[in-house]
């Protein structure tokens, strides 16, 4: 797969913030929503994009430690 700027802006992007709109893709990969979401899709196709996983804050959530020992 070749991965061009485009594709790396839109990875970018999603790695700022994963639920990005294809609108706010495409103001940051400078192309329009439609190019942004179908780069987004052949990435999510092609494998490049994995997965998408929430960021917890745990703290907020009370919890005091968030790694035991082995």
Same mark, same amino acid.
């Not at 990969?29 to 994995?50: F, K, N, P, Q, Y």
């Given at each position: 797969?070749? %991965?061009?700027?485009?594709? #790396? *802006? %839109?990875?970018?992007?999603?790695?700022?913030?994963?639920?990005?709109?294809?609108?706010?893709?495409?103001? @940051?990969?400078? @192309?329009?929503? #439609?190019?942004?979401?179908? #780069? *987004?899709?052949?990435?999510?196709?092609?494998? %490049?994009? *994995?997965?998408? *996983?929430?960021?917890?804050? +745990?703290?907020?959530?009370? +919890?005091? @430690?968030?790694?035991?020992? #082995?």
């Amino acid at each position: 797969m070749d %991965v061009d700027d485009i594709d #790396r *802006r %839109v990875l970018s992007a999603l790695l700022r913030n994963g639920r990005a709109s294809a609108d706010e893709l495409g103001d @940051v990969a400078d @192309v329009t929503d #439609r190019t942004a979401a179908w #780069r *987004r899709h052949t990435l999510e196709d092609d494998g %490049v994009i *994995r997965s998408y *996983r929430p960021r917890l804050d +745990y703290d907020l959530l009370g +919890y005091d @430690v968030t790694a035991g020992l #082995r």
